[in-house]
Nanobody
């Protein structure tokens, strides 16, 4: 079992910044992929950014150049630095851990943190 707790969401004006944190209940050293997803009202949950255990990253086109994902294995924490925020970034942001088990890969999710960007 992996428990994920997000923090750092809030209300910010367009052009502002927020830093999301995702604290895991166990070591993330062996978790290959940690990621952030987001879900706006009435829309599906979409990948925002992902980082592998080796440090490789992947971003949705809509956030490239504005968001940065990073992981601190010593603190069992993943971060999402969000700059130049836009109203369309408004959504609940979820942390995800894709964990290998004896039965294959299993996804764990946090409870989500709301990000609201106003004009």
């Amino acid at each position: 079992q992996v428990q994920l707790v997000e923090s750092g969401g809030g209300l910010v004006q367009a052009g502002g910044s927020l830093r999301l944190s995702c604290a895991a209940s166990t070591t993330i050293f062996s978790i290959n992929i940690m990621a952030w997803y987001r879900q706006a009202p009435g829309k599906q949950r979409d990948l925002v950014a992902a980082v592998t255990s080796g440090g490789s990253t992947n971003y949705a086109d809509s956030v490239k150049g504005r968001f940065t994902i990073s992981r601190d294995n010593a603190k069992n924490t993943v971060y999402l630095q969000m700059n130049s925020l836009k109203p369309e970034d408004t959504a609940v942001h979820y942390c995800n851990a894709n964990v290998p088990t004896n039965w294959g890969l299993h996804d764990y999710w946090g409870q989500g943190t709301q990000v609201t960007v106003s004009l």
